[in-house]
């Protein structure tokens, strides 16, 4: 006797279960003996300081749903897991909790994050570099795990004995080894160049990680004396405070209007220094007045100019920015303030000619959104033209694959364009820059592990640098340092390149392009041949989940209301490629419906399969079980079973054949709508309903042959609804599938091969003949329900022109009067006259017969209504036929089908207009 199934389906009583289950029996663990195919794919790592967003939650289940798949289809399925130490975010965490602790009276209070940052960055410095990686590594060890816990609970199928964390010991030596390789190569340099320094973070950051955003903002005119008194130049700006850095000012060789100018000495107003005027190409005469101040400390442009005219460099803002000695008497005021006071005092010299309103791109922070500065900073830098080189190429030559394709073009333009990457950071939590400075002689020495003496002096007096590498750095080295390169291992021997990554685009150029550049470097081969690009995760009205919006959506909570697999389903349903996802709550819960209607169905089949004798349920177990349970051939020839198992069957591989080729191509939007309507409609609405007269009648003997033959069909397609909806919907269709009567049941269903459908049961002649029946059945219960006759059973008479058609609805008479309601049902060959009782199907007609009068006006407005629904599906349809590329490039039995799809719309269509011509 099987366990009772609770009448109501309750994620909570079932998915922690199976959580824990699989995680605990390895079971996502690939199988050591090499599969005939493998499949691997490494996480992109979450954050340590993280928890799981509605787009972890979309990426995860995209991931998912792929390796559940390939599973199923027998692969040797890797899905590696794993944590980033998220150098600025864990430190800034840390920083803060130190600040909390030394100032507790703030809490609650305005300005107690500020003052705690302030207070933990005090701290840090106090407690020197050890003790405070010592308190980084207690965090990690305490708050770290919150993602895997939140993975764990959500089932995603990873191999957790493979879990990586990029600051473990081999892989910080895998990091330090393409450091040291890089350098030796000089393709890792450092110098004294402009960065994009935070304040607030106090580090320097990458060109992708400031967000530029148009502010109001305003050009001062300034003027700028001749040394000799004589005259001066108006020099326009939008940063009045870097004027106390200037060294030059510059001009456009070819403006006339400065010819005379080039060469002459000119006085800095407030501080007296005197500057030269220069010549230089990049100078915009339509600029301002067309001279330009020349601040080579704090703008990347003017660095390059005063490279070219060898202009000193003078740094009048510091890492916190405030200015420096070299201010002069602005020394220690905020840039901002030091801004309004230089302003004031050149409107009082007389200086300020004029402002003007001005719209600037003003760079921020990515992370705590403080305006970036320019700073000449001495950094280590990667050179990126020729690591780009081979990274171009394997995607311009189909190597890799980006997906959707208007993002290859994208990434191809932002390499063909790429800078220097600046990757120190100034940092201390992070994989510490591998180079030291001996004290004695100057020597830097880079090393993969730590020196004794400096090679050239040879004095143990060596100085570790400070610095961190960016994040993004280690982060690149992902798809092969997780499989233990630099070391000849198993796993990376059997599971590089991978063969896809799945990731939105705003890391595309941060990670993507990176990992690809190292991969080509270091293994001479790409990283994953597939790539795709994921969509945003936006509210109901597609507008971009934000919490100052307050329209963020926390997918713990949303699984915890509706159940995991609800919120996959709607994410996957919704997972257009290209296109954005309004998600809301409403659309998870119609997909809890979903998920109700499914276990519905089990329970409605599993309580009447203790009906049969207990025999025939032991025999029902044997044919289960593969690969017996994987094909039809044990159960009848095609052509012996009845039509609605010919049709379900026929329909089963169509399903299963669409199924697979959309997430091949990754449109899991289409994938899951096919399952969905394929279980709700199909096997649900039609063909549970079809054999409930076998499944749900008491038999005190054996069995009689029609319902044995429905309850083998019956299972065999419901266990293969569970393999197919198992990828979108895993704990349910585990529940249900270790439910189902077998001998023996293998682990997990997600590891039970599926491969029950081919060309032997495509059936597509049972399929039209089966949606003939559909139609008379449909149009019988629209026809009772449109003369008011729901509640009554009349008799109905069918008439066609062909004897085929009056042949197969005669021969399955007894179940349409069942399902259509009618009490009988007579048949005759030719046509009905065109009248309002007369209902138009396609290549039959049909007549309700009872005393109920028809409305004329109502059923005009019928037929009105069914010939513009024709015109419309006609126009659609000739559209497609008359579309010269559909009818070259398509499968001739598709363009066929279309032909003959016009035909029958014609066909309804001239009934129709008859029908409306009589009434006329």
Not at 26 to 49: C, G, H, K, W
Not at 194 to 205: D, F, K
Not at 261 to 270: D, E, N, Q, T
Not at 346 to 367: F, H, M, N, P
Request: proline share 6%.
């Amino acid at each position: 006797m099987t366990e009772e199934i609770a009448k109501v389906y309750s994620p909570d009583a079932i998915e922690p279960r199976w959580a824990r289950e699989w995680i605990e029996r390895q079971l996502y663990r690939p199988p050591s003996d090499a599969a005939p195919e493998r499949f691997a794919l490494v996480i992109p790592p979450p954050n340590i300081t993280g928890s799981l967003h509605m787009g972890h939650m979309l990426e995860h289940t995209e991931i998912d749903i792929l390796m559940r798949w390939h599973r199923m289809r027998g692969a040797s399925v890797l899905w590696l897991p794993g944590t980033d130490h998220a150098s600025i975010a864990t430190q800034m965490i840390v920083e803060q909790e130190l600040g909390r602790e030394a100032l507790p009276q703030l809490e609650g209070k305005p300005e107690s994050k500020s003052a705690w940052r302030r207070e933990g960055q005090r701290r840090r410095r106090e407690m020197g570099h050890e003790k405070f990686l010592e308190r980084c590594w207690e965090w990690k060890e305490q708050n770290g795990g919150t993602i895997r816990r939140q993975m764990e609970r959500l089932g995603a199928s990873v191999d957790w004995t493979r879990d990586r964390f990029t600051m473990d010991p081999a892989y910080s030596r895998a990091v330090a080894e393409v450091f040291a390789r890089l350098y030796e190569e000089g393709l890792i340099y450092r110098g004294k160049y402009i960065v994009n320094w935070c304040p607030r973070c106090g580090t320097a950051v990458s060109d992708l990680e400031v967000i530029h955003e148009e502010r109001p903002g305003h050009l001062w005119y300034i003027r700028y004396p001749f040394e000799n008194g004589k005259g001066y130049l108006v020099v326009a700006t939008t940063r009045p405070e870097t004027m106390l850095g200037d060294t030059a000012v510059a001009v456009n060789p070819s403006d006339e209007r400065y010819r005379a100018s080039v060469g002459r000495k000119i006085v800095l107003p407030l501080l007296g220094r005197a500057i030269p005027v220069v010549a230089d190409d990049f100078v915009d005469p339509k600029f301002g007045t067309g001279a330009v101040k020349v601040t080579p400390a704090h703008d990347p442009n003017d660095f390059e100019i005063s490279e070219r005219h060898n202009l000193p460099r003078i740094e009048v803002i510091d890492d916190e920015a405030r200015m420096t000695a070299e201010a002069g008497p602005y020394q220690g005021l905020d840039r901002f303030e030091a801004r309004e006071a230089v302003v004031q005092d050149l409107r009082e010299r007389g200086q300020l000619e004029k402002i003007e309103d001005y719209a600037l791109s003003v760079g921020t922070c990515q992370r705590c959104k403080t305006v970036v500065e320019p700073r000449l900073s001495t950094q280590w830098f990667m050179k990126m033209k020729q690591l780009a080189a081979p990274a171009i190429r394997v995607v311009e030559d189909g190597r890799i694959r980006i997906v959707p394709e208007n993002y290859r073009k994208i990434y191809l333009d932002w390499m063909e364009n790429i800078h220097d990457w600046c990757v120190s950071r100034q940092l201390w939590w992070g994989h510490r820059i591998p180079a030291w400075y001996c004290e004695a002689c100057g020597q830097v020495i880079v090393a993969r592990e730590t020196p004794q003496s400096c090679p050239k002096c040879h004095t143990k007096d060596l100085r570790p640098d400070d610095d961190v590498l960016d994040t993004w750095f280690s982060s690149a080295l992902w798809p092969f340092a997780t499989l233990g390169w630099p070391e000849e291992t198993e796993d990376l021997r059997r599971y590089y390149p991978n063969d896809l990554m799945i990731m939105g685009f705003d890391i595309l150029f941060f990670w993507g392009a990176r990992m690809i550049m190292m991969g080509m470097k270091f293994m001479k081969d790409v990283p994953f041949r597939e790539l795709y690009i994921h969509a945003l995760v936006r509210d109901a009205e597609r507008q971009k989940m934000s919490k100052t919006k307050g329209n963020v959506l926390d997918p713990l909570e949303v699984t915890e209301k509706y159940g995991t697999d609800a919120v996959r389903f709607a994410l996957a349903i919704s997972a257009a490629p290209g296109t954005d996802i309004a998600f809301s709550n409403d659309k998870v819960e119609s997909y809890r419906a979903f998920a109700n209607k499914i276990w519905n169905a089990a329970r409605f089949i599993l309580m009447n399969l203790e009906k049969p004798p207990a025999a025939f349920r032991e025999q029902l177990a044997e044919g289960l079980q593969p690969p017996a349970g994987l094909g039809l051939g044990a159960v009848a020839a095609p052509e012996s079973l009845a039509l609605a198992d010919r049709w379900i069957f026929s329909r089963l591989a169509t399903v299963t054949r669409e199924l697979n080729e959309a997430l091949e191509t990754f449109r899991f939007h289409e994938a899951a709508s096919t399952i969905y309507h394929f279980f709700w409609h199909e096997l649900c609405d039609w063909y549970l309903e079809w054999l409930k007269p076998e499944i749900t009648a008491i038999h005190s003997g054996e069995l009689p042959p029609a319902a044995r033959a429905a309850w083998t069909n019956l299972m065999r397609v419901f266990e293969a609804s569970l393999h197919l909806l198992h990828p979108f919907m895993p704990f349910i269709t585990e529940e249900l599938w270790h439910r189902l009567p077998r001998v023996r049941h293998e682990t997990s269903l997600s590891l039970a091969p599926f491969a029950l459908v081919g060309e032997r049961v495509a059936d597509p002649v049972s399929e039209k003949q089966f949606q003939i029946v559909q139609e008379l059945i449909v149009l019988a219960r629209n026809a009772k329900a449109e003369t008011g006759a729901q509640k009554e059973k009349p008799s109905a008479q069918v008439a066609s022109e062909d004897l085929r058609i009056l042949e197969l609805l005669r021969a399955h008479q007894e179940t349409i009067q069942r399902l259509a309601g009618l009490k009988a049902l007579n048949f005759t060959r030719g046509r009905m006259t065109a009248d309002p009782s007369v209902r138009v199907g396609s290549g039959f007609d049909l007549r309700l017969l009872h005393e109920q009068s028809v409305d004329p006006a109502a059923e005009r407005a019928r037929l009105q209504k069914e010939k513009e629904k024709l015109e419309r599906q006609l126009a659609q349809s000739k559209k497609q036929l008359d579309d010269q590329n559909f009818v070259s490039r398509a499968p001739r039995e598709v363009v066929r089908g279309a032909e003959h799809r016009f035909e029958e719309l014609s066909a309804h269509l001239k009934k129709v207009l008859e029908a409306l011509g009589k009434m006329s």
